[in-house]
């Protein structure tokens, strides 16, 4: 079943956040595991909260990705850019289609 990981966060430092990700994604191309899908959403009521929406094949993906210590290194630098704490929404898939 896939699963989907939600973070909340605020920040004021979303280009150094993304300069961290694409950096991570160099360092990891290629390696099994990990998100297969990310997007990115910014609350249009507070511009500096987001959402990021990270999809795995399943939990079990998802949660050998967290004890990554590659990934531990990443959720730390990108903790030093966040303003006060990060939410995680953990969501077992039911459904997900194709709308048009």
Do not use: W
């Not at 730390?76 to 898939?93: F, H, K, N, P």
């Amino acid at each position: 079943m896939k699963f989907v990981q939600i973070i909340g966060f605020e920040t004021e430092r979303l280009e150094e956040m993304e300069q961290q990700l694409q950096e991570f994604a160099q360092r990891n191309a290629g390696k099994a595991g990990g998100p297969t899908h990310r997007m990115l959403l910014k609350d249009r009521d507070n511009p500096r909260r987001y959402l990021a929406v990270l999809e795995f094949d399943s939990y079990d993906d998802a949660m050998r990705n967290s004890e990554d210590p590659e990934t531990t290194k990443l959720a730390e630098q990108l903790g030093a850019l966040s303003i006060g704490e990060r939410t995680y929404t953990d969501c077992d898939v039911l459904d997900m289609r194709e709308l048009k």
